[in-house]
């Protein structure tokens, strides 16, 4: 009997033994998996660090590219290109002209009716509709056919609406998103796509032209009398509602900022004779690249796989089409090194499919358990039941890539700034004394639009945060940030009012 207990105590303690040491097996596991999850995390961390000193070298890199870029054609990765618009809205625009924006996510009509008083936007109606996927990479004529048939639909039900009868010709401003070298205001040709458009027989023309051209096919009696780019707009209304307003940034699909640049600088730089004061000069910034920017391997391997790699180096970090896609990227990465999100879902490999506002969402998820953060991943990339720490470090992923962005951007902005004399370093703000010598700073206005800043409360803060540091408290307060709503569409329209022939 004695026997028989001490082999069945025996017999238990090495069951003991083996499901203890199995239990710590697995632990031992778990914790590794997790620490790997969170190298990931602190490489992601440190591949995005953005310290002010990093900061201020990529200022002074934007204001030294911008200065290469005027220079001389293809002098810089900055297009720098001249827009041919000289004079800004003042406020006396009086009519009503039609605009048409073509550009990101989204294509619109616009009319709008012009008071003669500044601010008196007597009113402007909208007609929003998604570009079709098709049509992104389809060709010219079908393209400009589907806008020109939107475009006449639209003014066919406004005029009947309205009752308006037509007296003169219709006047547009037509806002074309994507590079383009000017010929004068209102033509130019398509240098190259951005953000994903790739319609290969535009690549060249005019623009304008095959606009004006599709108009007249569907019998529409209507002059595109502007073609601007959506910054452009964006600055145009800026400064008709505030004459302080120097440069203009779009934050949305694809990112972008244009300023008013001195004449004598363009002159000495492009040969170009103007009389006025000076010109709008369209940066096409998404272009900007410099070896300050902290660049990982996730941007690289995002840059391969995209259809302009070794483009838009910029906009590939900051702006809404992509910042969605790092994060999956990392996401992905994640889940193959470590296992915390279970097996790899098939979703993760999908290019695109989390999009910026699904990241901004999850971000701003203040719920005590990130509900939101769980259904995200669950419903989108089909990665169900993943423990709080886990949703931690999703938030953490988007923090690191959104906060990264929103930096940079806005060290793009104090670049700009620099580049025009408004970043204080000439002197320092008003009633403080540099050298003996009084400087005063001048109230400085930065139009800007697009849903990344508008949507994304965290891009926004982090945006404004880091402007605030780069320029310091002297200088910040004289710096003001504007947004202006539907600026590039009602920019647009205003230009057309102070290009038309009928004034
Ligand atoms: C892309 C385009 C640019 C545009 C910007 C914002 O960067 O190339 O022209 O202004 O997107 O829409």
Known sequence: MGKVVVVLAAGFAVATC???????????????????????????????????????????????????????????????????????????????????????????????????????????????????????????????????????????KEENFSGASQQERRELGFTFSFPVKQTSSSSGNLIQWTKGFSVEDMVGRDVAECLQQAISRKGLDMRVAVLINDTVGTLALGHFHDEDTVAAVIFGTGTNACYLERADAIIKGQGLVTTSGGMVVNMEWGNFWSSHLPRTSYDMDLDVD???????????????????????RVILRMSQDSDVFGPVSSKLHVPFILRTPLIAAMHEDDSANLSEVARILNNTLEIPNVTLNVRKLVVKICDVVTRRAARLAAA????????????????????????????????????IEGGLYTNYRMFR?????AIGQILGEDVAP???????????????A????????TL
Not at 478 to 492: F, L, N, P, Q, R
Request: aromatic share 4%.
């Open 412 to 447: 793009g902005i104090v670049g700009i700034l620099k580049k025009i004399g408004r970043d204080g370093s000439g002197g320092i703000a008003s009633g403080k004394t540099k050298g003996g010598s009084q400087y005063k700073m001048r109230r400085t206005v930065v139009a």
């Open 478 to 492: 004289h710096v003001i940030i504007k947004v202006t709503e539907d600026g590039s569409g009602i920019g647009a």
């Open 18 to 156: 083996v499901v203890a040491s199995v239990m710590v097996g697995r632990s031992v596991r778990r914790r590794r998996r997790w620490r790997r999850a969170v190298g990931v995390l602190e490489e992601l961390d440190e591949g995005c660090a953005t310290p002010i000193g990093r900061l201020r070298q990529v200022v002074d890199a934007m204001a030294v590219e911008m200065h290469a870029g005027l220079a001389s054609e293809g002098g810089s990765k900055l297009k720098m290109l001249l827009t041919h618009v000289c004079n800004l809205p003042t406020g006396k625009e009086k009519g009503t002209y039609y605009a048409l924006d073509l550009g990101g996510t989204n294509f619109r009509v616009l009319r709008v009716q012009l008071g003669g008083q500044r601010s008196a936007i007597i009113g402007h109606d909208l007609d929003r509709q998604p570009i079709p996927q098709n049509l992104m990479t389809s060709t010219s004529e079908e393209l400009f056919d589907f806008i020109a048939t939107s475009l006449k639909n639209f003014v066919e």
């Open 306 to 328: 995209s259809p302009n790699p070794n483009d838009q180096g910029f906009e590939k970090m900051i702006s809404g089409m992509y910042l969605g896609d790092i994060v999956r």
């Open 461 to 465: 803060e982090y945006l404004n945060e």
């Open 494 to 501: 205003l230009l057309a009012a102070s290009h038309s022939s």
